[in-house]
T-cell receptor, first 111, second 115 residues
Framework: DVKVTQSSRYLVKRTGEKVFLECVQDMDHENMFWYRQDPGLGLRLIYFSYDVKMKEKGDIPEGYSVSREKKERFSLILESASTNQTSMYLC??????????FGPGTRLTVT | GENVEQHPSTLSVQEGDSAVIKCTYSDSASNYFPWYKQELGKGPQLIIDIRSNVGEKKDQRIAVTLNKTAKHFSLHITETQPEDSAVYFCAASSRSNNAGNMLTFGGGTRLMVKP
């Protein structure tokens, strides 16, 4: 079974802090994605990566950056956390045009 | 870009009844339509998908229909069971690029099946 793991299930940070969210997949997938999930808005794509060191912006990249130094790991970085970034963050991976496999999510609260 | 609307936002049914969730999309170039189920405390999981060259697809108690002319697609769950209770998301893909299918999600439907 494909396994996508995220470093934390819950995270509380203060405004202005730098925040790192880590995602690891164990199926050698080339594609990895970061979404945020908010009630009524579904999942919105922040960034995605199709290869090591390759990244592209999704629909809502403002305030975020990403890093992919190894194929299995994709990091989401909030350079200076703000309260409007309080949300559920979901990581996913896929190969080719196949289904996306999601991690369990990280619920981030910025106070 | 693509816009996907999903209705209803909440749905309550009695065990054994059918449930229908509807989605509309805006981009006529969309060609892939997956449905995901998200249980409490878990990430979304694909339950069924359909491509634009097919009008209907079934998998046991779950079926999806697609009307390309009207740009809408629906999820049908028959003989609902309490374990069907979850949040369901539809999605549409109008872009394929270096990272495969780029998905735009609907807002989600919380389905509650009462025993």
């Amino acid at each position: 079974d494909v396994k996508v793991t995220q470093s934390s299930r819950y995270l509380v940070k203060r405004t202005g802090e730098k925040v790192f969210l880590e995602c690891v997949q164990d199926m050698d997938h080339e594609n990895m994605f970061w979404y945020r999930q908010d009630p009524g808005l579904g999942l919105r794509l922040i960034y995605f990566s199709y290869d090591v060191k390759m990244k592209e912006k999704g629909d809502i990249p403002e305030g975020y950056s990403v890093s992919r130094e190894k194929k299995e790991r994709f990091s989401l970085i909030l350079e200076s956390a703000s309260t409007n970034q309080t949300s559920m963050y979901l990581c996913a991976s896929s190969v080719g045009t196949s289904e996306q496999y999601f991690g369990p999510g990280t619920r981030l609260t910025v106070t | 870009g693509e816009n996907v609307e999903q209705h209803p936002s909440t749905l309550s049914v009695q065990e054994g009844d059918s449930a229908v969730i509807k989605c509309t999309y805006s981009d006529s170039a969309s060609n892939y339509f997956p449905w995901y189920k998200q249980e409490l405390g878990k990430g979304p999981q694909l339950i069924i998908d359909i491509r634009s060259n097919v009008g209907e697809k079934k998998d046991q108690r779950i079926a999806v229909t697609l009307n390309k002319t009207a740009k809408h697609f629906s999820l049908h769950i028959t003989e609902t069971q309490p374990e069907d209770s979850a949040v369901y998301f539809c999605a549409a893909s109008s872009r394929s690029n270096n990272a495969g299918n780029m998905l735009t999600f609907g807002g989600g439907t919380r389905l509650m099946v009462k025993p």
